[in-house]
């Protein structure tokens, strides 16, 4: 029997509904919900990127404003933006595209952004925050991952969740995330000897390596959710996941494809935190 989709698209879809919802009420008190993407430099991927979360924003109403810099502009401009960015009324989110250039300090830029904008939840307060469990913005990708297994009615508490990847944006919060709702959580990454020794004893796979078709079934228990978060593309320059997911259909009781899967979630809960940011602003 085939495994169980998740469709992040229709999931996104549902979630983008009701932030659509709250952008209207907020726009009703005066109030319309605006990101701020920042980007700098010639990179086609980020510019896709960004494209897509700007016309994902007016979609629903929100305001959006890109900001292009050019790729030799100074850490000491950027940051400057940045807290211009910081001090506007009508902006209540901020995000970087990533990568910057080599000349410029990753870390500094982010940790510039005021904590109250953060809405990718990159920045060092927001991720204390998120590791003490205190209210914050949760980073995109793995709050999205949450909320695909939540609307799939699949319980974490007290399952094994193995991450196949620790990277500050997405393995290492996904495992936090995880725990607190209290799965049992194992790490792994590229100095692990023997992976599928440990992916086989995941009730919950997350793969999240950035390899076409890394995970295969020798990784997989029957029974297992597989997520996958990894957008890569195979050597027919198709897109895929870090799944070989014909492989693992079958097997695993659940599994997300790529595209349509973790994808979709990522753009939706940068919307969901940039309303979250902007009704903070509302007077109750
Ligand atoms: P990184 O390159 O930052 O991290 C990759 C991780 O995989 C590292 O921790 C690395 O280990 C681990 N790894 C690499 N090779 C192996 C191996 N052979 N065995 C076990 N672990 C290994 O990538 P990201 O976390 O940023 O992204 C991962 C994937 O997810 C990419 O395909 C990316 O495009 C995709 N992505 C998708 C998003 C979405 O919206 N769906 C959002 C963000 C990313 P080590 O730390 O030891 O080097």
Redesign the pocket.
């Known amino acids: 029997m085939s495994s169980a989709i998740i469709n992040g698209k229709e999931i996104g879809q549902e979630i983008r509904g009701s932030v659509a919802k709250q952008v209207e009420e907020l726009k009703a008190k005066g109030v319309t919900p605006g990101l701020a993407v920042v980007l700098v430099g010639n990179n086609p991927a980020s510019k896709t990127y960004v494209t897509n979360k700007q016309k994902s924003c007016e979609a629903i109403g929100m305001y959006s404003e890109l900001i292009t810099l050019p790729e030799t502009i100074s850490e000491q401009q950027l940051l400057e933006h940045i807290r211009e960015l910081n001090e506007r009324n009508d902006i209540h989110g901020i995000l970087v595209q990533l990568p910057l250039p080599k000349h410029i300090n990753e870390d500094s830029v982010i940790a510039t952004i005021s904590p109250d904008k953060d809405v990718d939840g990159f920045a060092p307060i927001s991720v204390g925050k998120m590791m003490l469990g205190q209210e914050t913005y949760l980073p995109c990708?793995p709050y999205g991952v949450m909320k695909l297994l939540e609307h799939s009615g699949i319980e974490v508490a007290g399952k094994h969740a193995v991450i196949?990847?620790?990277?500050h944006?997405?393995?290492k919060p996904m495992g936090q995330l995880l725990l607190q709702k209290d799965a049992t959580v194992t790490y792994?990454?590229?100095?692990?000897p023997d992976?599928p020794s440990f992916t086989k004893q995941a009730d919950i796979l997350i793969a999240?390596?950035?390899?076409a078709n890394f995970i295969t079934a020798e990784h997989v228990k029957e029974g297992a959710v597989v997520i996958d978060?990894?957008?890569?593309r195979d050597e027919d320059n198709h897109l895929c996941g870090?799944v070989d997911f014909a492989a693992v259909d079958g097997i695993a009781s659940h599994i997300t494809p790529v595209p349509g899967g973790?994808?979709p979630m990522?753009i939706t809960m940068l919307l969901a935190n940039t309303v979250q940011a902007a009704a903070k602003t509302v007077q109750p």
């Open positions: 990708t196949v990847g620790r990277s944006i997405v393995g792994t990454h590229s100095k692990t992976l999240a390596v950035g390899r978060v990894g957008i890569n870090d973790v994808g990522t």
